[in-house]
């Protein structure tokens, strides 16, 4: 919709339970089921794979999470690459270990929840490095 209706907007979507919109040069992988694995894991296995992904012919690039991630915290704040994480569902929850163990300047792309409302997101992170996501149904309703 977004895409439609701003053609020229140098963003482009992806869909993950809702449209997400990154900066054009910028990639988003899926990283759900790295909360099944252990940091000494992630990071002998998995983390320099994330890091090539996202660099290849991208200027960086987010990771999806909608589970419980927060193990991994130091090996993304290590990662340059590393430009965003959006947050849904549970990792939604988690907003401010995320908030406190990345960079400062790694952002949060969050689709607010009952749990984790908008006044939550914004007491923690005071409004910066904070995108507020939502289900295309939810803009419709809006207006």
């Not at 012919?57 to 290590?78: E, M, N, Y």
């Not at 997101?121 to 939502?134: E, F, K, N, Q, S």
Request: positive net charge; proline residues 6%; contains cysteine.
């Amino acid at each position: 919709m977004f895409v439609r209706r701003f053609p020229s907007a140098p963003f482009r979507g992806y869909f993950t339970g809702g449209w997400n919109l990154m900066p054009v040069g910028y990639t988003c992988l899926l990283g759900c089921t790295t909360q099944l694995l252990s940091p000494a894991t992630y990071r002998a296995r998995i983390a320099d794979l994330d890091q090539r992904l996202m660099r290849g012919p991208w200027q960086g690039g987010c990771i999806h999470l909608c589970g419980h991630h927060t193990q991994h915290c130091a090996a993304w704040a290590a990662m340059p690459e590393l430009k965003a994480l959006q947050l849904n569902d549970a990792a939604c929850d988690d907003l401010e270990a995320y908030y406190r163990g990345l960079r400062a300047d790694q952002f949060f792309i969050v689709m607010p929840s009952n749990k984790m409302p908008v006044e939550e997101c914004l007491r923690i992170t005071h409004g910066r490095r904070l995108v507020l996501a939502t289900l295309a149904r939810e803009i419709i309703r809006c207006g």
